[in-house]
């Protein structure tokens, strides 16, 4: 008897998890339901319960396209005042000088006269466009025909919506009344859609705003009008959580939902949940408008649906009381060869915070639990693997900068240097002295700066055009350098000594084995896509097709040749820090020159 309990246990232990569950389940639920479906409750609840869902689903499905249909008006509206010369011209084209502000008076008439025509009190109650330069400066600001239209940037200081442009960068913001200043409720509306544009003023651009202001009662009827059931509530809510309009702002505050929930929801529920607030239970329908991204949720309390049905709810309690006397028991069993288990893995699992993870025994049982277990074990063993890769990792991108720098850093570069100062020293050429030192001193300043190892585009061409012109000290001008790197691109990011090392052996493997010594170097720069490529180009003797790759694969480092070993380093340390699509490429025509692309990500 006591060997068959033993196995029994262990067939029950052995059991999936899920075949436990149902076990219980089929127990604990069928029986009560077949109690309930023999007095039909069942059946009149969900009748009852389906046929308002449905209501509600078909007066949701009516009324969001009115929601979506105001808004169309409001971009209809925005999309004419855009379209006119005047907002052309004034926000499209350079202005130079004050006068220019107001441009053509027709135009700034026909202007006016169509912002007039849009204002109807109902769907836009006010625009104003918001430009940010000096209010005296400024015609638009007090002409007669635009000062109702026109104001200042600062009236749009510490507005909630303004933060958030700032913040976020948005092109457009649909502005709940919380969003507005106190001025633009009282004046114009509690809510707007406001749009971002620049305006170009004497060489300079200029951040501005065109809101359109309407307000919220026309959607909070469209709200109202939506609700079928007494008690029922409506609300629309955007995706930084905040209430657009509601039928009912108390209520929409208890039945608040989440953004994110309801989003979930909306993607994996059909419309319609079942939710839990404050102890009482409510039905929560979604309908997605578009084009903001906003939800209109519909809250319908349990009370409300269930009313009906209180009365033959009171027969079942008895029953379903003993019946859940049994669930329970058997629930408790259920839990208790779960949960000790699973309290073990809880607990091994917080050792993490203190350390590393460490593995468990083997599980007895191989139901989901002790899989579970298995996986988790696994889960360890990966994780240190992977940890212990990191610190490779981190550890050869380590040693790949030092050793790239340290290559980069050539002492005889210095030490020529020194021997060419006191030669002029010797000379009494004071001026040229000083201007060696100074650019010397520049040199390694922007070299030996260790506080970030990541630099500007602009402080390396910089840097390289120094170290090209203390070469020509040395070498009687005979290297000429052309940088034409675009404007825009020096803000953007490069790993130090990224240029020296290339420029450097352009300088003395190509140029200075030349039988002139002399030569020219290129510097340029494009974007293309998402990156940023540099190309410097020599007129020097060019590098034989056997030798080229040996560059970039570090196999010509065993030559000894610093500058070569620097460039090794430049484009090993670029392909860590950004990956394999990134770094250095050669092509070289011997006798003609060589050419050097240097790939990296466009990160400002």
């Known amino acids: 008897m006591i060997a068959f309990l033993k196995k029994l246990r262990q067939a029950y232990g052995d059991l999936k998890l899920q075949t436990k569950i149902t076990i219980v389940l089929m127990i604990a639920v069928t029986v009560p339901v077949l109690l309930v479906g023999i007095l039909f409750y069942g059946r009149f609840y969900n009748m009852v319960i389906s046929d308002t869902i449905r209501q509600e689903q078909d007066a949701s499905a009516q009324t969001a396209p009115l929601i979506e249909n105001n808004i169309q008006n409001i971009l209809d509206a925005y999309h004419q005042i855009t379209e006119l010369d005047f907002y052309k011209t004034l926000f499209h084209k350079p202005v130079n000088a004050p006068s220019q502000l107001l441009l053509a008076p027709a135009e700034a008439r026909e202007f006016c006269q169509k912002a007039d025509s849009l204002i109807d009190g109902k769907t836009i109650t006010g625009i104003q466009i918001y430009m940010d330069f000096p209010y005296d400066s400024v015609s638009l600001f007090q002409d007669a025909q635009t000062k109702d239209y026109f104001v200042p940037m600062s009236l749009a200081h510490g507005t909630y919506w303004y933060g958030i442009f700032q913040g976020t960068g948005k092109p457009e913001l649909y502005c709940p009344p919380f969003y507005l200043g106190e001025r633009e409720k009282n004046t114009f509306g509690d809510m707007a859609y406001i749009a971002s544009t620049t ?150 699992m917080n050792q993490i915070r203190h350390g590393t993870p460490v593995p468990m025994d083997s599980p007895i049982y191989h139901d989901e639990v002790g899989d579970l277990i298995d996986t988790y074990n696994y889960m360890t063993r990966k994780m240190e693997q992977l940890m212990e890769d990191q610190r490779k990792s981190a550890e050869e991108l380590r040693i790949a900068e030092f050793n790239s720098l340290q290559a980069q850093i050539n002492p005889h570069f210095l030490y020529n240097t020194m021997d060419m100062i006191n030669w002029m020293a ?150 860590i820090l950004y990956g394999s699509s990134y770094g250095l490429s050669y092509t070289s025509q011997p006798g003609q020159g060589t050419e050097v692309q240097i790939r990296i990500p466009a990160i400002k």
Request: net charge negative; aromatic share 10%.
């Open 199 to 348: 305006f170009y003023y004497q060489g300079y651009a200029y951040p501005a705003y065109i809101a359109l202001y309407s307000s919220t009662e026309q959607l909070t009827e469209i709200l109202k009008d939506n609700l079928t059931l007494k008690g029922s509530i409506s609300y629309i809510i955007n995706d930084r959580e905040s209430i657009v309009a509601s039928s009912d702002s108390s209520g929409a505050g208890i039945y608040y939902l989440d953004y994110a929930v309801i989003q979930d929801s909306f993607m994996a529920s059909n419309g319609f949940i079942e939710r839990e607030i404050l102890g009482q239970k409510f039905y929560a329908g979604f309908y997605h408008i578009r084009h903001p991204g906003w939800f209109m949720v519909t809250v319908l309390p349990a009370n409300a649906l269930i009313h009906q049905g209180n009365l033959l709810m009171f027969q079942y309690i008895l029953l379903y009381l003993g019946m859940l006397i049994l669930t329970s028991i058997m629930a408790h069993s259920l839990a208790h060869s779960v949960t000790n288990r699973l309290s073990s893995i809880i607990s091994q």
């Open 426 to 575: 010797l000379q009494g050429q004071t001026s040229e002295i000083s201007n060696a030192v100074q650019r010397l001193s520049r040199f390694y300043k922007l070299t030996l700066s260790r506080k970030n190892s990541i630099s500007t585009i602009g402080d390396e061409e910089e840097h390289v055009s120094i170290y090209l012109q203390i070469q020509n000290m040395r070498y009687h001008n005979s290297i000429s350098f052309i940088s034409d790197i675009p404007d825009e691109l020096t803000e953007y990011q490069i790993p130090k000594l990224t240029l020296q090392p290339v420029i450097e052996n352009s300088v003395l493997h190509g140029i200075l084995e030349k039988d002139s010594k002399s030569g020219t170097i290129l510097l340029t720069g494009w974007m293309e896509d998402q990156d940023i490529v540099l190309l410097i180009s020599d007129d020097g003797v060019g590098i034989p097709p056997e030798k080229l790759t040996d560059i970039i694969s570090g196999t010509e480092t065993v030559s000894g040749k610093g500058t070569n070993i620097a460039v090794y380093n430049t484009h090993r340390r670029l392909q």
